[in-house]
Nanobody, 122 residues
């Protein structure tokens, strides 16, 4: 079907930067919204950033001015550039995409990546 594979997490010091990637593969006719979410221990999963297929972006207030979402349409990949990282950004980060597929007819589904850990600590 469709798979999303994330990469780029790790341990980073406060004030540092990291870039996450998420590549989609499989039965893909088109990719619509691409999103990043995160989940810290003991917390619910929360929205971080979105980019639409019109390249409109929006961000959670907690990351505005520090994080940038972008995409490569040809590679079916979404990125999250994370700058000025804080300890409270520590979480598992998940990508999410709204994808149109074809199997006799067209259909849409949301898909999730497996998650990548980002730890901000000195």
């Amino acid at each position: 079907q469709v798979q999303l594979v994330e990469s780029g997490g790790g341990l980073v010091q406060p004030g540092g930067s990291v870039r996450l990637s998420c590549a989609a593969s499989g039965n893909i006719f088109s990719v619509n919204d691409m999103n990043w979410y995160r989940q810290a221990p003991g917390n619910q999963r929360e929205f971080v950033a979105r980019i639409t297929n019109a390249d409109i972006t929006n961000y959670a207030d907690s990351v505005k001015g520090r994080f940038t979402i972008s995409r490569d349409v040809a590679k079916k990949t979404v990125y999250l550039q994370m700058n000025s990282l804080k300890p409270e950004d520590t979480a598992v980060y998940y990508c999410n995409m709204y994808i149109q597929s074809y199997s006799g007819s067209y259909y849409y589904n949301h898909y999730w990546g497996q998650g990548t850990q980002v730890t901000v600590s000195s």
